[in-house]
């Protein structure tokens, strides 16, 4: 994904705090935190891969699917890689 250069940095940045709601969730676990902390923790956890997910998914469709220029060849392509990466989220 050659086109998410530029938002390399704000990715890596989102990436690295679900690793430390991840860290997180595993002391509270390890420490036998109460079940509602535990929910909460999951609950951010899912939240920050679905807006991540988001991001990239309007990146591809942008880059592979809309840019003008593109072949039809291109955009099927880029269409079937959203989709399918879709799917297998979704699961």
Known sequence: MAHLKQDKDA??????????QVQALERALEGDAECGRTL??????????????????????R?????????DEERKQGLEEVL??????AR
């Open 84 to 89: 399918e990466a879709i799917r297998r989220y």
């Open 11 to 20: 990715l890596l940045n989102r990436v690295r705090r679900i690793g430390g």
């Open 63 to 71: 880059e592979h699917v809309a840019r003008p220029g593109l072949t």
């Open 40 to 61: 909460h923790l999951v609950a951010a956890i899912r939240g920050a891969v679905h807006g991540l997910m988001d991001e990239l998914i309007e990146a591809h469709a």
